[in-house]
């Protein structure tokens, strides 16, 4: 990386950050729940199997006091569902080398959680599975996570698959919620939508046609179903504990669960989508931010990534954050969408408002692939040269940031101070 390939980098970020904040502030002082959801995919939602809707609950939520983000997309790499949490609540993309949450545990971040913290905030994080996995228990504490309660904190209960049920952490957690002083920042992982989707017969609630009947698509959405149906249950207990009126409650997917590179899940997806399983669908995950109260009912079709969440929900908080100090966006002040995708499997890949376009595995550009969103035609690949630059560029830099343990200055002094760093090196 040279000062030349920065200077280049805020030219485009500061062609897409408008002037105007819409909704700042909307949210500010209200208690946050974020339900990070185990690869939930954006295809579910108001989408019907069998007469059917998948997630009744969901679909209900977005048509009252919410924003839905209809064209979000995960950019997870080696670390997954931790990876999510990572970009979410940092602004900044994964590590390409090592998982983020053990490359980066001996950094000093700003986050989410950190900066509601020193706004007074008590902050939480609610996983029904083993403290250490994904090394959450070392690194929450680098994030600004005070409490973490884990699979051997709750009382015994129902288990899952890879952990507590949905239902019963949603459940036991509001004991814990009672006590928090608030405001608080309260973080749920779920995990019973977990491959390979294993669901006692008694929580199945859709009935599948013969066709997917004990398909790879029948196991997933009979879990989701399960979690959609759970969260129902959760919000009527946020209601009764007086919990609800003064949260937002925030639910998005945290990468795919269907791989379109699986030959069977390709075809019986291809089948239920009525359009090919590609990249598109692959990893679109839904971002629902439900207010309470609030007199609003918006879908957000800019295109947006897991690298936007945080600066699009410090707006909504009133948290001050520098706009040249991270690489995401806030998704609620631009038209002009930008992610970059599968960050360690095909870096340079990318999704704008207009195409697709994604890396060749052998790494040769021209080999690559691009089409158009709304026809689906093939796009010249010249065209999508700029877009691969600019994710690769945002990779490097981040990944220089966090790998120097930047990150606190860059917050404080933007991605400027990275330059003058950069100018020096040039000069040497
Ligand atoms: C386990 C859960 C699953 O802690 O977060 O992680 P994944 O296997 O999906 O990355």
Redesign the pocket.
Known sequence: ITSHHVEALFEIMENTTNEKKNYFGLARGKNVIVIQV??IQNFVVNNKVNGQYITPVLNELIKNNSIYFSNYFEQVAW????DCEFISHTGFYPSIGVYSYKNYENNELITLPSSLQSKGYSTIAF?G?YRY??N?ENIYPVKGIQWFIALDDFDEGEVIG??LSDGELFRQSIDYLKELPQPFYSFY?T?TS?HPYYLPDEYKELKMPEEYQDTVLDNYLQTIRYLDTQIGVFLDLLKKEGLYDNSIIVIYG??KGLDMRDEKTNEVLSAFLQKPYNEREMYNVPLIIHLPGEDIQKEVLTVGGQIDFFPTMANLLGLPLREDSLFGQDLLNTNNGFVSLAPHVAPGSFIDDEKIFIMANDGIFENSRGWYLATGEAVDLEKCRAGFERALLEISLSEYVMKNNLNVEVNKRGLQYLLEILEDADGE
């Open positions: 185990e690869s670390g997954n569902t931790s996983h599975n996995f994904w959450r890879l952990g992982i995990v977990h945290d990468h």
